[in-house]
């Protein structure tokens, strides 16, 4: 059992939204083994309270809180010394501090980034290093870049090219480093070449205990639908360009056909933009205590996710939970299930409608999908058998001690 530093960018728990889910697990994952450090940002006040439970499985526990206001005008030194914007926002004194008092306390093994605006903590240690990219940040930004207008497409466009460079930069360093699929690595070996036996594929896993049919569950829907669901963090672009995009392109043609539909928007911290979605036929429903209750009554569930990137989380629990899932063809193709079989791909609205006029039409054939998902999310993404690739990286990096 040895020390381990950790590092994320935010509370690794609850487990509410995409990154976080993949941060607690690997946090888990770690403190079954060895004695972790975590050190983490609070950027959701609601979060404080979670602090003991974070501390009950690590060693010691440095929780900063970040402002996102204070944090977006730090961003702005980024301007000035060319470096990416999301460094100066998460930049702090005191968890520099914190991190010099662990590796001369601690006798530190190695230390573990996730996500890379954290490995400036951790590059200029004398430590073993491994970092959790997640995805090719730098391409989300450059994808922000076309979605936008001047300024800010310059702004993400210069967002893109500087975190590039920093990406390599990290992956140079690290003794090895991940991201979320094998499609996602291909893409940055395209734009980073040579750095092959550096960067592997860590897939995503879904937690199937927790997320399995409750039959007893009480709906939280009225009317008689049917009910098209949605879920995720809503103050996220990729999140609010998707159901933004789903109620204007596909809403309507839903609507012709089944008058009663509804369109349910799941998930924390709605921004402007998907409260003024709200009508009859669209429901935002902010914050919500557990998300399964609106899985597990939807008729259908939707991903169309025209900017993420990688593995989607909202996927695989939704298709954990025996549903039928409709997701972008991009997020579907890394999954891998079976199109039609355990899951729906769709890019045009015209698909959208015809594989949810499937699915409505025919319950039946919408049980059939669900159960199909949910033996394949039990056959491909246990979350232990994906993570134990840190543990074999951690063995080398620190020559068996780990």
């Not at 972008?328 to 959208?352: F, S």
Request: glycine share 6%; aromatic share 8%; proline share 6%.
């Amino acid at each position: 059992m040895a020390n381990i530093l950790y590092l994320v960018h935010r509370l690794p728990y609850p487990p509410n939204k995409g990154d976080k889910v993949r941060s607690w697990h690997l946090l888990k994952h770690l403190a079954q083994r060895h004695r972790v450090f975590l050190g983490t940002f609070v950027d959701d006040a609601q979060d404080w309270q979670y602090l003991d439970k974070l501390r009950a499985v690590c060693a010691d526990v440095c929780a900063l809180p970040l402002n996102p206001r204070l944090g977006k005008l730090r961003s702005l030194r980024g301007l000035i010394n060319g470096e990416p914007l999301g460094l100066p926002y998460y930049r702090d004194a005191a968890m520099s501090a914190w991190v010099q008092g662990c590796l001369k306390n601690q006798d530190l093994a190695a230390s573990i980034v996730f996500s890379s605006t954290m490995a400036q903590y951790a590059l200029d240690l004398p430590l073993p290093m491994l970092v959790d990219l997640i995805d090719v940040d730098s391409q989300k930004w450059v994808g922000y870049a076309k979605a936008h207008r001047w300024p800010m497409s310059w702004v993400y466009d210069r967002e893109g090219r500087t975190l590039l460079d920093y990406e390599r930069r990290i992956v140079s360093a690290a003794r090895m480093s991940y991201l979320v699929t094998e499609p996602e690595r291909q893409l940055f070996l395209g734009l980073a070449p040579g750095l092959d036996d550096k960067i592997q594929a860590l897939c995503n896993g879904v937690d199937s205990d927790f997320f399995q049919p409750q039959q007893d569950s009480a709906s939280p829907f009225s009317g008689p639908g049917p009910h098209l669901v949605f879920t995720g963090a809503m103050d996220y672009w990729p999140n609010v360009d998707a159901v933004s995009w789903f109620a204007e392109a596909v809403l309507p043609a839903v609507l012709a056909r089944h008058p009663q539909a509804q369109f349910h928007i799941v998930g924390r911290s709605p921004t402007p933009a998907v409260q003024a979605l709200a009508s009859m036929h669209v429901r935002v429903t902010g914050t919500v205590p557990d998300v399964r209750p609106y899985l597990q009554h939807a008729d259908a569930v939707v991903a169309p996710l025209r900017l993420a990137r990688g593995v989607q989380n909202k996927v695989l629990e939704a298709m954990s939970m025996c549903k039928a899932v409709v997701s972008a063809r991009g997020c579907a193709q890394v999954i891998g299930a079976p199109h039609g079989e355990a899951l729906y791909e769709a890019e045009t609205a015209e698909e959208y409608l015809a594989a949810l006029e499937a699915l409505l039409g025919d319950r039946d054939r919408a049980q059939r999908i669900g159960q199909a998902a949910r033996r394949y999310v039990l056959d491909h993404y246990s979350w232990d058998a994906h993570l134990s690739a840190i543990d074999g990286a951690l063995s080398l990096a620190t020559g068996g001690t780990c």
